[in-house]
């Protein structure tokens, strides 16, 4: 059972224009949502997050909206940069459940110039 | 600069061979240390869960006498993939966690296995 699902496999997007990843979830559990960046060879890094009694959460070009009714997330990076590219990962997880993180598949995002 | 370490990047070794994976995290005293797997196109998949001490915690499906951990010291850990076969290919990455930390923010840079 897939509880974190991105069902873009990619996105392609214009430099300097806004990239939206999105990600959906079936756990009402979760109490955090954390997205990751992750280069080819490389292990994920983190970018943001938000805690699933908050909304919105943002840090610099990077946004988190998280519709806690709607179980999605979406990350809006703006403007997007030539560097953004990469796999983006979404990933949640419960205290209830012992801070495991639960994985999306990811979404490869390229930002062209 | 990198807070986690991970030990070897790439390797590769023949089918029935054992292969030693390291994990040191740097800047804090990881309590709490996650392995995970990834193969192409997939999610990263948790394998298991292993705090200082005591004996790791396995997902359902991963086999605890194949991907033995061991989790001595508060800074290393390591996962020894024992026996290896083609389809333990992977990338394996740990990711150490400090005490009262709710989330595991902190990755390595990966081990891309190939067996042969």
């Known amino acids: 059972d897939q509880q974190v699902k991105q069902n873009s496999p990619s996105l392609s997007v214009q430099e300097g224009r806004i990239s939206i990843l999105n990600c959906d979830y079936t756990?009402?559990?979760?109490?955090?949502f954390l997205w990751y960046k992750k280069y080819p060879a490389e292990g994920p890094t983190f970018l943001i997050s938000?805690?699933?009694?908050?909304d919105k959460n943002e840090d610099g070009r990077f946004t988190v909206f998280l519709n806690k009714s709607a179980k999605h997330l979406s990350l809006h990076i703006v403007p997007s940069q030539p560097g953004d590219s990469a796999v983006y990962f979404c990933?949640?997880?419960?205290?209830?459940?012992?801070?495991?993180?639960?994985f999306g598949a990811g979404t490869i995002l390229r930002v062209k110039s | 600069g990198a807070v986690v370490s991970q030990h070897p990047s790439r390797v590769i070794c023949k089918s029935g061979t054992s292969v030693k994976i390291e994990c040191r995290s740097l800047?804090?005293?990881?309590?709490?240390m996650f392995w995970y797997r990834q193969f192409p196109k997939q999610s990263l998949m948790l394998m298991a869960t292993?705090?200082?001490?005591?004996?790791?915690?396995?997902e359902q499906g991963v086999e605890k006498d194949k991907f033995l951990i061991n989790h001595a010291s508060l800074t290393l850990s390591t996962l020894t993939v024992t026996s290896a076969h083609p389809e333990d290919s992977s990338f394996y990455i740990c990711?150490?966690?400090?005490?009262?930390?709710?989330?595991?923010?902190?990755f390595g840079n990966g081990t891309r296995l190939t067996v042969t």
């Open positions: 990933a949640a997880y419960s205290m209830e459940y012992g801070n495991k993180l639960v």
């Open positions: 756990n009402s559990m979760f109490d955090y």
């Open positions: 938000i805690s699933s009694i908050k």
């Open positions: 800047d804090f005293q990881a309590t709490t």
């Open positions: 292993s705090n200082e001490g005591s004996k790791a915690t396995y």
């Open positions: 990711s150490p966690s400090p005490r009262n930390n709710n989330s595991p923010l902190h």
